[in-house]
């Protein structure tokens, strides 16, 4: 396994949502797969930054945002169109993310980096432990 195309994958999903909110309508097929964005250090660091910067930018208002979601749900079968918040699509790409990054870190091992695991953990699993903790 390779880290380039997970990372472009998720920067993919952030940027369409990012991008599309304010028209009410994200298509999370459409996306450009880029593939500088899986070879290119210094093409992903910007994108990354970008992304950053928008979701800086955010108001709590804007979660509130109504969108209408579009992906592929099974092969053979036209794409399923959903109505959704910005708060719920940030909620989905985070999550979907995570476990991007869980794969990244196993590629990373593969081949001798390491990266914290707390970066690979999943909030409600988080929020999972620490309710066994404090309850002990």
Not at 53 to 58: A, D, K, P, V, Y
Not at 84 to 113: C, K, N, P
């Amino acid at each position: 396994p390779s880290v380039g195309p997970h990372l472009r994958h998720c920067v993919d999903h952030f940027r369409l949502l990012l991008d599309g909110w304010r028209s009410g309508f994200v298509d999370y097929d459409a996306r450009p797969r880029d593939l500088r964005l899986e070879q290119d250090p210094e093409a992903v660091r910007g994108a990354l930054a970008a992304i950053a910067g928008s979701l800086g930018e955010l108001r709590s208002a804007d979660l509130l945002n109504e969108l209408t979601v579009t992906q592929s749900a099974a092969p053979g079968r036209p794409p399923l169109s959903s109505p959704s918040f910005l708060e719920r699509e940030l909620a989905f790409v985070s999550g979907h993310t995570i476990h991007h990054i869980a794969i990244m870190l196993l590629a990373a091992q593969a081949v001798g980096v390491e990266i914290p695991s707390r970066l690979t953990v999943a909030y409600s699993t988080a929020a999972h432990r620490d309710s066994f903790a404090m309850n002990g």
